[in-house]
């Protein structure tokens, strides 16, 4: 019948387990479970009972907390949300004699945070029979003792409690004693009286018997020794003895002194003490003194493991009658626990981009002391931007308070350390490890505001002009840089097809050879760029220099090169030594010491007649010139620049030392045709008086200046007219380069090649150059070669006479006059 009923009662059980689970469906949860159950056994759905969503379950991280206890109990299924069974619950282990067994489970949910209560409670499945300390109990009972004698026996122990807890007691049927039980003792009593000299010892099996289904049960054999008049046990001076000891307290300790009384006499009244019946657990933590009934500790004793202890103390007078008395101890809580913290989530790493008061961890507080002494306050240590924030009862949470910077700080050792509030207090700390993790938040910043490139002209192609460097202080990835150009144009022409960069090292080459003539400096846009997402980018400017190198040669203006014309100067036979006879015209394409021009006469047909200045090309006289000296003079000059290596250019200059064309055989034999005879008469006796007038004027004011500057000048001590073929095209525009940068300024004197109508008086002549916009123009149908061409004379209305006159040039290039063989016009003009 035991058996049958045990099912029923567990099925009972378990309905009232489902009812309590009704009731807590939308507060903290409450179930019943039996002690023994086997493991994966479901105690109830927790998802189901609290409304929670299976699918986040899992993501929330929910997780059972039990309190104050080491053992997982219990655990939840995250694909079913139910709550199983994952360790042996001993209910006599969890909370030994307590009528009430509850395990408290806290539900944590992250995300939010969300905190809820189990209330477990554990019923006693009767798993313990009762138990007598003894197996044997001895007893001596003298012979007179009265009918009604009472003699206290010590009960058995059952750690189940309430109805599987021991109930009842059965004793052996015999013809002297009958068993007295009641809930706080179990006493012998005498029916009969005893007769030593009939039976002198005796044996009886007394049987302790719970109340669980199926019932269980434990022995003990009395062995009764008859004896002759010892008739009064020891009677204890309280039935009940409490007292309170602190935990810890040192071994030797007096805890309490029991006292029991004999009122017999001799040995029949010397008492002796001994601890009754405790349980297996709790034997070795205190003991009785026989003779004075002090209890001592000679054992460990913890607040947290054991809050009470309850045993028997016996008595007994030398004959072996006995009594008992029940000893209740209180343990009272010292402050030796230091409050324990679990980190019960942590996100790691963190984004450095996360607001302040983002939730980045759960700490969970527990101290095992009680009262005061397990009140816990928790603290950050200064300088970290984070704080703890009392979330749900001893739970906190480690809340951001400020921006996060990576590339300020990486990475925060975190001390937190919780002190209750004992006397002494005790704390204890916990470090907890934060990396940051890096968002792309900052550009690449170069390292200077603006490079520099200097490259010399005609490098070759793939030549590194400079570097450029940018610093992402970004992780990885966010920290990459990539550099690249920027479009844009350069003359015109994409800014690629000039120089180029490599992504990886920022490294700048040229893509062409560059000319400093064509290209002085240019600009280019290098952008860096880092891996990040989304990218940022910053920008610089690269400014390219060109520096020129000695690659032109000077090119002479004038005179014009051979074969163009021919170029002739007069030399007046009264000239005196440093008269101003002609000037070598030069420029170079290129800038600085490069176009530093100096002249020197190579080459002449007197050597000592004529000098040319180092730096100014002027040709002048060195001596007064005179009747021996050879009439035509030739003069090759060299022009040589001052780069290094130098180049050099040269030029032939002819000179007549004459006073008049009239002079020179070659200009005798020219003719002229005779229909336009008349025409030429009218023409030379114009210009002839045109002719005297001007030079009378012109040799007064030359009277004037030689009387002031006591040195006389001459009429041909003055600058060059220079015609505007002579410069070449490539200097129309030169931007200030080479030795065109300043102009020229010169007095007129005479020369023979030029065009009349073309002539262009240039001013100011410094650093032997010459303006861009005074360039002149050439062509090899301008001139004509005096000497050799006879079929040339002009025409009279072709060019004004009084320029003819002042410039005292002869210019042959009439197409009217091929007619005309051999005219006398040019030997007529200068008479």
């Given at each position: 019948?035991?058996?049958?009923?045990f099912?029923?009662?567990?099925?009972?059980?378990s309905?009232?387990?489902?009812?309590?689970t009704?009731?807590?469906?939308?507060?903290d949860?409450?179930?019943?479970?039996?002690?023994?159950?086997k493991?994966?056994?479901?105690?109830?759905?927790?998802?189901?009972?609290?409304?929670?969503?299976?699918?986040?379950?899992?993501?929330r991280?929910?997780?059972?907390?039990?309190?104050?206890?080491?053992k997982?109990?219990?655990?939840?299924?995250l694909?079913?949300?139910?709550?199983?069974?994952?360790?042996?619950?001993?209910?006599?282990?969890i909370?030994?004699?307590?009528?009430?067994?509850?395990?408290?489970?806290?539900?944590?949910l992250?995300?939010?945070?969300?905190?809820?209560?189990?209330n477990?409670?554990?019923?006693?499945?009767?798993?313990?029979?009762p138990?007598?300390?003894?197996?044997?109990?001895?007893?001596?009972?003298?012979?007179?003792?009265v009918?009604?004698?009472?003699?206290?026996?010590?009960?058995?122990h059952?750690?189940?409690?309430?109805h599987?807890?021991?109930q009842?007691y059965?004793?052996e049927?015999?013809?002297?004693?009958?068993?007295?039980?009641d809930s706080?003792?179990?006493?012998?009593?005498?029916?009969?009286s005893?007769?030593?000299?009939?039976?002198?010892?005796m044996?009886?099996?007394?049987t302790?018997?719970?109340?669980?289904?199926?019932?269980?049960?434990?022995?003990?054999?009395?062995?009764?020794i008859?004896?002759?008049a010892?008739?009064?046990?020891?009677?204890?001076?309280?039935?009940?003895?409490?007292?309170?000891?602190?935990?810890?307290?040192?071994?030797?300790?007096v805890?309490?002194v029991?006292?029991a009384t004999?009122v017999?006499?001799?040995?029949?009244?010397e008492?002796?003490?001994?601890?009754?019946?405790?349980?297996?657990?709790?034997?070795?933590?205190f003991?009785v003194?026989?003779?004075?009934g002090?209890?001592?500790?000679i054992g460990?004793?913890d607040?947290?493991?054991?809050?009470s202890?309850?045993?028997?103390?016996?008595?007994?007078?030398g004959?072996?009658?006995?009594?008992?008395a029940?000893?209740?101890?209180?343990?009272?809580?010292?402050?030796d626990?230091?409050p324990?913290?679990n980190?019960?989530?942590?996100?790691?790493?963190?984004?450095?981009?996360?607001?302040?008061?983002?939730?980045?961890g759960?700490?969970?507080?527990?101290?095992?002391?009680?009262?005061n002494?397990?009140?816990?306050?928790?603290?950050?240590?200064?300088?970290?931007?984070?704080?703890?924030?009392?979330?749900?009862?001893?739970?906190?949470?480690?809340?951001?308070?400020?921006?996060?910077?990576?590339?300020v700080?990486s990475?925060?050792?975190?001390?937190?350390?919780a002190?209750?509030?004992?006397?002494?207090?005790?704390?204890?700390?916990?470090?907890?490890?934060?990396?940051?993790?890096?968002?792309?938040?900052?550009?690449?910043?170069?390292?200077?505001?603006?490079y520099?490139?200097?490259?010399?002209?005609n490098?070759?192609?793939g030549?590194?002009l400079?570097?450029v460097?940018?610093?992402?202080?970004?992780?990885?990835?966010?920290?990459?840089?990539?550099y690249?150009?920027?479009?844009?144009?350069?003359?015109g022409?994409?800014?690629?097809?000039?120089?180029?960069v490599?992504g990886?090292?920022?490294?700048?080459?040229?893509?062409?050879?560059?000319?400093?003539?064509?290209?002085?400096s240019?600009?280019?846009?290098?952008?860096?760029?880092?891996?990040?997402?989304?990218?940022?980018?910053s920008n610089?400017t690269?400014?390219?220099?060109?520096?020129?190198?000695?690659?032109?040669a000077?090119?002479?203006?004038?005179?014009?090169?051979?074969?163009?014309?021919?170029m002739?100067?007069l030399?007046?036979?009264?000239?005196?030594?440093?008269?101003?006879?002609?000037?070598?015209?030069?420029v170079?394409?290129?800038?600085?010491q490069?176009a530093?021009?100096?002249?020197?006469?190579?080459?002449s047909?007197?050597?000592?007649?004529?000098?040319?200045?180092v730096?100014?090309?002027?040709?002048?006289?060195?001596?007064?010139?005179?009747?021996?000296?050879?009439m035509?003079?030739n003069l090759?000059?060299?022009v040589k620049?001052?780069?290094?290596?130098?180049?050099?250019?040269?030029?032939?200059m002819?000179?007549?030392?004459s006073?008049?064309?009239?002079?020179?055989?070659?200009?005798?034999?020219?003719?002229?045709?005779?229909?336009?005879s008349?025409?030429t008469?009218?023409?030379?006796?114009?210009?002839?008086?045109?002719?005297?007038?001007?030079l009378t004027?012109?040799?007064?004011?030359?009277g004037?200046?030689?009387?002031?500057?006591?040195?006389?000048r001459l009429?041909f001590?003055?600058?060059?007219?220079?015609?505007?073929?002579?410069?070449p095209?490539?200097?129309?525009?030169?931007d200030?380069?080479?030795?065109l940068?300043?102009?020229?300024n010169?007095?007129a004197?005479?020369?023979?090649?030029?065009?009349t109508?073309?002539f262009?008086?240039?001013?100011?002549?410094?650093?032997?150059t010459?303006?861009?916009?005074?360039?002149?123009r050439?062509?090899?149908?301008?001139?004509?070669?005096?000497?050799?061409?006879p079929?040339?004379?002009p025409?009279?209305?072709?060019f004004?006479?009084?320029?003819?006159?002042?410039?005292?040039?002869?210019t042959?290039?009439?197409n009217?006059?091929?007619?005309?063989?051999?005219?006398?016009?040019?030997?007529?003009?200068?008479?």
């Amino acid at each position: 019948m035991a058996n049958e009923g045990f099912p029923v009662f567990r099925l009972v059980l378990s309905f009232v387990a489902f009812l309590l689970t009704l009731q807590t469906v939308h507060g903290d949860l409450s179930y019943t479970v039996l002690e023994e159950m086997k493991r994966t056994a479901i105690v109830g759905n927790i998802a189901k009972d609290l409304g929670l969503d299976l699918r986040t379950i899992s993501s929330r991280k929910a997780r059972l907390d039990f309190e104050e206890i080491q053992k997982m109990y219990c655990d939840i299924n995250l694909n079913t949300g139910d709550l199983v069974i994952s360790e042996r619950i001993d209910r006599e282990s969890i909370c030994g004699k307590k009528p009430s067994c509850v395990l408290k489970i806290d539900l944590v949910l992250e995300n939010p945070l969300e905190l809820h209560r189990i209330n477990l409670h554990i019923q006693d499945v009767n798993d313990n029979s009762p138990k007598f300390r003894e197996n044997l109990i001895q007893m001596e009972i003298s012979e007179s003792t009265v009918k009604g004698s009472r003699f206290s026996i010590a009960e058995a122990h059952d750690a189940d409690i309430g109805h599987n807890d021991v109930q009842r007691y059965i004793l052996e049927k015999n013809d002297n004693f009958i068993l007295f039980a009641d809930s706080s003792k179990v006493e012998l009593v005498v029916e009969t009286s005893l007769d030593r000299e009939k039976r002198n010892d005796m044996n009886l099996l007394l049987t302790a018997l719970d109340g669980g289904s199926p019932q269980r049960s434990g022995t003990v054999v009395i062995h009764i020794i008859v004896l002759d008049a010892n008739d009064n046990a020891p009677m204890f001076s309280q039935t009940i003895y409490k007292a309170n000891v602190p935990e810890n307290s040192p071994l030797g300790t007096v805890v309490a002194v029991v006292s029991a009384t004999d009122v017999d006499d001799g040995v029949n009244g010397e008492v002796s003490y001994q601890i009754g019946h405790v349980s297996d657990d709790n034997i070795d933590v205190f003991s009785v003194d026989q003779k004075t009934g002090e209890i001592r500790v000679i054992g460990a004793i913890d607040f947290e493991e054991t809050r009470s202890f309850e045993m028997r103390v016996q008595a007994k007078d030398g004959f072996g009658l006995t009594s008992y008395a029940k000893m209740l101890i209180d343990v009272t809580d010292v402050n030796d626990n230091a409050p324990v913290m679990n980190l019960k989530s942590l996100s790691n790493p963190i984004p450095e981009n996360i607001p302040p008061g983002t939730e980045v961890g759960i700490i969970n507080v527990l101290d095992r002391d009680s009262d005061n002494n397990r009140q816990v306050r928790c603290s950050l240590q200064q300088g970290v931007p984070f704080k703890l924030v009392p979330s749900i009862k001893n739970y906190y949470s480690l809340v951001s308070t400020g921006q996060l910077d990576r590339e300020v700080v990486s990475d925060y050792n975190i001390t937190i350390t919780a002190t209750d509030e004992g006397s002494p207090p005790l704390s204890s700390s916990k470090s907890v490890q934060l990396s940051v993790a890096d968002i792309n938040d900052n550009p690449p910043v170069f390292e200077e505001e603006s490079y520099s490139a200097y490259v010399s002209e005609n490098n070759k192609a793939g030549s590194t002009l400079c570097s450029v460097a940018a610093r992402d202080p970004d992780w990885r990835q966010n920290g990459t840089v990539i550099y690249s150009l920027l479009a844009g144009e350069v003359n015109g022409a994409p800014v690629s097809s000039y120089v180029s960069v490599n992504g990886d090292t920022g490294m700048i080459h040229a893509v062409r050879s560059f000319d400093y003539e064509q290209l002085r400096s240019f600009k280019v846009q290098v952008m860096a760029r880092d891996n990040g997402s989304p990218p940022l980018s910053s920008n610089v400017t690269v400014s390219v220099f060109i520096s020129d190198v000695n690659d032109n040669a000077p090119q002479i203006l004038y005179p014009a090169p051979e074969g163009n014309s021919f170029m002739t100067e007069l030399v007046p036979k009264a000239a005196h030594g440093g008269s101003l006879v002609s000037k070598v015209i030069a420029v170079d394409a290129d800038s600085g010491q490069n176009a530093w021009l100096s002249y020197q006469i190579l080459k002449s047909t007197d050597p000592g007649l004529f000098t040319i200045g180092v730096h100014s090309g002027e040709i002048r006289t060195q001596r007064d010139i005179s009747e021996s000296d050879s009439m035509k003079q030739n003069l090759i000059v060299s022009v040589k620049d001052n780069g290094q290596p130098s180049l050099s250019a040269t030029c032939s200059m002819y000179l007549l030392i004459s006073d008049n064309l009239a002079e020179v055989p070659e200009l005798k034999d020219i003719s002229y045709d005779e229909k336009n005879s008349k025409l030429t008469s009218y023409l030379i006796i114009a210009l002839v008086s045109v002719s005297t007038f001007f030079l009378t004027f012109i040799i007064i004011i030359l009277g004037v200046r030689f009387c002031r500057r006591r040195k006389p000048r001459l009429l041909f001590d003055g600058a060059v007219a220079i015609p505007s073929a002579y410069l070449p095209p490539n200097y129309a525009d030169v931007d200030g380069t080479g030795t065109l940068r300043s102009t020229y300024n010169y007095d007129a004197y005479l020369t023979t090649g030029s065009r009349t109508s073309d002539f262009k008086f240039v001013s100011s002549y410094n650093d032997n150059t010459l303006p861009a916009d005074q360039t002149l123009r050439k062509s090899p149908s301008d001139f004509a070669d005096v000497f050799g061409d006879p079929d040339c004379s002009p025409e009279v209305g072709q060019f004004p006479l009084h320029k003819f006159v002042k410039s005292l040039s002869l210019t042959c290039c009439s197409n009217s006059m091929k007619t005309v063989h051999k005219p006398s016009l040019c030997s007529r003009y200068i008479e």
